[in-house]
C-alpha cells in the first residue's frame, strides 16, 4: 500500500514564482550559478529548473534498472523529459560547494544528495542512482508549506522505498566515474556511481509501503 509523504501541487498559486535567480547568502544567484566554465554555465540551468513537470512530461516507462544501464547517448532519454523513478533510498547527505549554487557554504543553500539502488539488497557501484534535492526547488515547497531539508529527507526517507519524480539531468561531468561508461573502472578516476543519468531536480517524493 501507499501513502504520500510529500505532495506537490503543481498549479498552487505559492509555488508559480519567478526563480530565475535567487538569494544564497546574501547575493544574488542566476541559474547558471557563479560558473565560469563553459560546460558548467551550460548545464546549471538544467539542474537549477524550478518548474514541476506536467504528467505529459513523465515518461513512466523509464525505470532505475533502465537508467543504470544507461549512457549519454541513449536515444530513449533525454534533458527536456521528467521520469518516475522507484528505489532504495541507501544515502541522503548535504551537497558540496557548486557552481550551480554559487559556491554556497550553509547546507540550507546546497543540493541534497540522495542515493537510491533498485533494492535493499542491490550492492554494488553499478546499482547507485543519483537522485537530488535543489535550493530552488526546497524554496518553493517550504512557501508552500512543505520542509525539504537535508535533515527532514534523511529522517523521513533514508533506508526506505521511495517514489521520485523529477526532470532527467545528465551530469557530463563525471563521464569516467560511472559504470555504465567505464564497466571496467579503468577509464579515468574511480567509479563511484552507476550512471551519468541523474534525477535531478526532484519535484514530488512518495513513500511506499
Not at 526563480?19 to 547575493?27: E, L, R, V, Y
Not at 515547497?141 to 523521513?156: H, I, Q, R
Amino acid at each position: 500500500m501507499k501513502h504520500l509523504l510529500l505532495l506537490v501541487l503543481v498549479f498552487s498559486t505559492n509555488l508559480i514564482i519567478a526563480q530565475s535567480t535567487i538569494k544564497i547568502q546574501g547575493k544574488n544567484c542566476p541559474m547558471e550559478g557563479d560558473a565560469q566554465m563553459e560546460d558548467e554555465i551550460k548545464q546549471n540551468p538544467f539542474k537549477n529548473r524550478y518548474t514541476f513537470p506536467k504528467k505529459s512530461d513523465v515518461d513512466e516507462t523509464i525505470d532505475i534498472n533502465y537508467l543504470l544501464k544507461a549512457k549519454g547517448s541513449d536515444a530513449k532519454l533525454s534533458q527536456d523529459m521528467a521520469v518516475k523513478i522507484t528505489g532504495y533510498v541507501r544515502l541522503v547527505k548535504a551537497g558540496s560547494k557548486e557552481t550551480c549554487n554559487c559556491h554556497a557554504s550553509k547546507v540550507a543553500f546546497q543540493d541534497t544528495h540522495i542515493e537510491i539502488t533498485p533494492t535493499k539488497k542491490s550492492k554494488g557501484i553499478k546499482n547507485i542512482l543519483i537522485i537530488e534535492v535543489t535550493p530552488r526547488i526546497r524554496k518553493l515547497l517550504l512557501e508552500d508549506g512543505e520542509d525539504w531539508s537535508t535533515s527532514e529527507l534523511k529522517d523521513n526517507i533514508e533506508g526506505k522505498m521511495i517514489t521520485f519524480t523529477g526532470w532527467l539531468f545528465y551530469d557530463g561531468s563525471h563521464e569516467d566515474e560511472a559504470y555504465a561508461n567505464d564497466t571496467k573502472n579503468k577509464i579515468g578516476k574511480k567509479n563511484w556511481r552507476g550512471t551519468c543519468w541523474e534525477v535531478h531536480p526532484v519535484t514530488a517524493i512518495e513513500i511506499i509501503n
